[in-house]
């Protein structure tokens, strides 16, 4: 594989608002944006925004492109939802995007916490709330308890294309994940919905379109398309670097299949810039 190309160095993370942030968060919750190694991570900290990571550091499933670690999780901190309303609430953050690990070993896959999460968040401030959810293996009810506390916007990554699910997302099913985010749609037709896509795992042109089609199929509002980056020597190798100008032609394929807002660049994770799309759709 070639040398990492030069649109892809990272800022180096510095400044009062990233140290802030750093000092709010350290040891009182994880954040995506550490485990995940998020190459935003000191752009997004000094903007004062933050990913926070719900239901531990450690996920039931085995992803090949994931640095969150995997295995047994602890159990679920009950007092949770209060410790991260606590923290927005001192940082007075206007936008707060929540994920978790994959809790395939409670029976609603962690879906009552992120309900738990929003509502003690809404109780401290009124900040937009953006919840990144796994699939709860396509439970239906699941689905109903986050909708029941009025997400802004209701996430669920699809990461890649069908034909590497078996390679790079063994646990997970391409077909359940999309029936998951139509199934959104179908229980609250106006919840804005919103998925991921990585490119650099050995995908064509021609897949990543077919999956961009079929999530505007299941109704997805918002796609994010970034490079995917090996975290560690034992994740999938990158099998290639798409360049700013591939970035920015999937963009103008995404606007012209219909999504509302397609953030897609070198650098675009799930929560970059989840704060202005949301500005950009209320405008509209």
């Known amino acids: 594989m070639e040398r990492k190309p030069e649109w892809l160095k990272m800022k180096i993370p510095s400044g009062e608002a990233y140290n802030r942030m750093k000092t709010s968060l350290g040891g009182c919750t994880h954040t995506i944006c550490e485990e995940a190694k998020c190459p935003n991570l000191g752009e997004c900290w000094e903007k004062g925004t933050a990913t926070f990571l719900i239901m531990g550091d450690i996920c039931t499933r085995d992803c090949r492109y994931c640095n969150v670690k ?61 919840v990144l959810t796994p699939d709860f293996k396509g439970d239906t009810a699941s689905i ?84 995917y980056l090996q975290p560690r020597s034992d994740l999938a190798p990158v099998k290639k670097y798409y360049s700013p100008e591939e970035f920015e032609e999937l963009r103008r394929i995404g606007i012209e299949l219909g999504f509302i807002h397609v953030e897609s660049g070198p650098l675009v994770r799930s929560s970059y810039h989840a704060e202005e799309a949301m500005d950009e759709i209320s405008a509209d």
Do not use: W
């Not at 916490?113 to 900040?127: L, P, Q, S």
């Open 70 to 130: 995997n295995g047994v999780p602890d159990k679920v901190d009950i007092k949770e939802p209060e410790k991260i309303a606590d923290i927005v609430k001192r940082l007075c953050l206007k936008y707060v995007v929540i994920t978790s690990v994959t809790r395939d070993d409670l029976k609603d896959g962690g879906a009552r916490m992120f309900k738990e999460t929003i509502k003690e968040v809404r109780k401290v401030c009124d900040a937009k709330v953006e």
């Open 144 to 227: 109903r308890s986050v909708l029941s506390a009025e997400p802004d916007v209701f996430g669920h990554n699809i990461e890649t294309v069908e034909r590497l699910f078996p390679s790079i997302r063994p646990q997970a099913d391409f077909k359940r994940s999309m029936i998951f985010l139509k199934r959104i749609k179908e229980i609250d037709p106006k919840q804005i919905t919103k998925s991921g896509l990585m490119v650099g795992l050995g995908e064509s042109k021609e897949e990543i379109i077919k999956t961009l089609r079929t999530l505007k199929m299941v109704g997805v509002d918002i796609v994010t398309i970034g490079q």
